[in-house]
């Protein structure tokens, strides 16, 4: 069970369902990516293209998407699903069910009602630590004080440049 499935959790839910593992990726959002997508941040700007990365840039261009977001988005959504993942749309991972000091199962919030999905293995890609934290791990919450808070968006608009980086919200998503 993946819980988040954006720019961590959409690659780890692809690679477990490629590697032979019966995954379920639990995603907030409508869609694959985090803000790699959804956040329409479609760029990697920095760091070497290779692997696992190359072969999205590869399905990108495949796919021939005018807005990168999009087909970013897309790309993730038909390789999780080509490689046979169940993903949970408009969901999120609330609460862990334990055997001792392992994680058994994850609950789960859907469109549908609450449930709890029963894993060997739960894989935290929430960005903010919510397994570890409702597992009782130790966790550390990052606040004003830390210096390198910073928003994702709001870059200079380039003319003729289509790229937005745009903050997607501005609330906090642990609340609920």
């Known amino acids: 069970c993946v819980v988040g ?56 261009d495949a796919l021939g998407a005018l807005v990168r977001g999009v087909g970013k988005r897309e790309w993730w959504r038909r390789e999780a699903m080509k490689a046979g993942a169940e993903v949970f749309f408009g969901s999120m991972g609330y609460d862990v069910v334990m055997d001792g000091n392992r994680i058994v199962g994850v609950a789960v919030a859907t469109p549908y009602g609450c449930g709890v999905i029963r894993t060997s293995v739960a894989v935290d890609a929430t960005g903010a630590a919510d397994l570890a934290f409702k597992a009782k791990e130790r966790t550390e919450f990052v606040g004003a004080d830390e210096l390198a808070m910073q928003s994702a968006g709001l870059p200079p608009r380039l003319p003729g440049f289509t790229y937005v980086n745009s903050d997607f919200g501005f609330v906090n998503d642990n609340d609920i």
């Open 5 to 60: 499935a954006g720019t961590a959790g959409a690659p780890a839910t692809i690679a477990a369902v490629r590697a032979g593992a019966k995954t379920v990726a639990v995603e907030y959002m409508y869609g694959l990516g985090g803000l790699g997508t959804m956040g329409m941040i479609g760029y990697y700007w920095y760091g070497t293209v290779c692997g696992f990365t190359e072969e999205v840039e590869k399905g990108l």
